[in-house]
């Protein structure tokens, strides 16, 4: 009997724990298929994002513009392009014949734009494009760039017509500097500098340096305007400011101009530009001194030289070295082709040999301070091109080099304040300026070594 019942209440248990298994079955089953449920949906959720996704940045992020590649102003992709050089003896008709286009057309087009250019001046050498349409039997026009500065567009379309484009110009302030190891050109050229600048310096200074007695380890700083066309160097403006150490003497040439003043002053304001230049050629060298008892090279014997011999490629321009008459340009067996000044009445100079006069050259002209009045040559008693430049003093032959010439007229002292400021502000610039690396460490090895005879004399 009490087994009987035993049984049934087991039986009733294990009913009952079938029941709950069925339940918890049940149960994890509903729940994993919920979350299956929840997985497939966010699944979807996130390709759906994925999908729309560049279609919400597209919106968001503005599209980005490409400038498209131009030259002279044309969108290149627009045409097709020829690029080329002119070549010696190629006139405009033989280019352009090449691209079918008729001789009776290119005729009318150089006679209809001969005002704005003639075609005539086409230079070997120059480039040249050719811009032709798509759609275009023919080109539709041609550019011709004569200098860097500016182009010349034809338009070979139905209109005909030519005009002259400038280029844009940028000018940004540079500054160098340089230690003379064996010329000033050739300092000059070392230090990536151009021989414009170069004169530019030489013009700044041309009244208070002879370039011709410059040495080893003098010096030189600058400030000038650098001219740029699309981000590459054309050409030099104007120096603003110049520093210049020969041998144991610093000159500073400071630019200023307003409406009365227009030049290079000194530190104490006093004009650079004096009444004569210290030499009537630039790039020369003296080939021969002021000599009461030179031996000559061509007579073979002891001749008085009453001049300076400045030697100069042939057909370098000889400038006047002031204002004055004409009073002489002729030619003899000695001088050769010469000219004469007379620039007061104290002072006249000369200038012997010269390949041939300046234009327009001839006794009575008015000559101005740096005219070309010839060029130099080998005419006369003349063993290689030179000008042999000589120098009167009250109707006396002297040695220009030697001599104290009278100064400018000073800046009137009104004046002075204005021009102090501006001093100031380029000398501090041009202070600022160091020398090449090299050349520094030559200059402080030099100082230690002077410090040190001087503190152990």
């Known amino acids: 009997m009490n087994l009987k019942k035993s049984l049934a209440k087991l039986k009733l248990r294990m009913d009952s724990l079938d029941r709950q298994k069925l339940l918890f079955a049940t149960l994890s089953g509903i729940a994993a298929g919920f979350v299956l449920f929840l997985s497939i949906l966010g699944i979807q959720q996130i390709a759906k994002s994925t999908t729309q996704a560049p279609a919400l940045a597209a919106k968001l992020t503005p599209p980005v513009l490409v400038e498209p590649a131009k030259k002279y102003g044309f969108i290149l ?5 020829t690029e080329a050089s002119i070549k010696p003896n190629e006139f405009l008709s033989d280019i ?25 001046n086409l230079r070997a050498g120059k480039d040249y494009t050719i811009f032709k349409g798509h759609n275009s ?4 026009f041609f550019v011709y760039e004569p200098s860097v500065y500016r182009y010349i567009v034809f338009d070979l379309r139905d209109t005909m017509d030519a005009y002259v484009i400038e280029k844009e110009i940028v000018t940004k302030i540079r500054t160098a500097s340089g230690v003379i190891e064996s010329s000033l050109w050739n300092t000059m050229t070392d230090n990536g500098l151009s021989m414009e600048l170069t004169a530019k310096m030489e013009d700044a200074f041309a009244w208070s340096i002879d370039f011709h007695h410059i040495q080893k380890n003098d010096r030189f700083k600058l400030i000038f305007e650098q001219e740029y066309i699309d981000d590459k160097p054309v050409g030099v403006g104007a120096i603003q400011a110049a520093y210049f150490q020969n041998f144991d003497q610093e ?11 227009n030049g290079f002053y000194d530190l104490e304001a006093r004009p650079m530009k004096k009444a004569f230049l210290k030499s009537p050629v630039k790039y020369s060298r003296i080939s021969s001194r002021f000599n009461l008892r030179r031996f000559h090279p061509v007579l073979r ?3 008085a030289h009453l001049g300076t011999d400045y030697a100069a490629p042939r057909g370098t321009p000889i400038f006047a070295v002031a204002d004055g008459v004409v009073t002489k340009a002729s030619r003899t067996r000695g001088n050769g082709n010469f000219v004469k000044i007379k620039h007061d009445d104290t002072y ?7 390949n041939r006069h300046g234009k327009g050259i001839r006794p009575g002209v008015h000559v101005k301070q740096g005219e070309v009045i010839g060029y130099v040559g080998s005419t006369g008693l003349a063993t290689g091109p030179h000008v042999c430049f000589r120098f009167w003093k009250n109707g006396r032959q002297v040695n220009h080099l030697r001599e104290n010439l009278p100064p400018p007229e000073p800046m009137a002292e009104s004046e002075v304040p204005k021009f102090n400021l501006v001093r100031d502000s380029l000398k501090t610039s041009l202070d600022l300026i160091e020398f090449p690396n090299k050349q520094l460490m030559v200059m402080e090895i030099n100082s230690s070594i002077r410090d040190s005879i001087l503190l152990n004399p």
């Open 96 to 120: 352009l014949t090449k691209h079918e286009v008729p001789y009776a057309r290119i005729d009318a087009l150089v006679r209809k734009t001969q005002a704005v250019f003639d075609v005539r």
């Open 301 to 303: 014997r002891t001749k």
């Open 348 to 354: 006249q100079t000369q200038y012997l040999h010269m």
């Open 137 to 140: 039997k023919t080109p539709d």
């Open 77 to 81: 992709d627009s045409f097709q392009i």
């Open 251 to 261: 000159y500073y040439a400071i630019a200023y101009e307003n409406d009365k003043y």
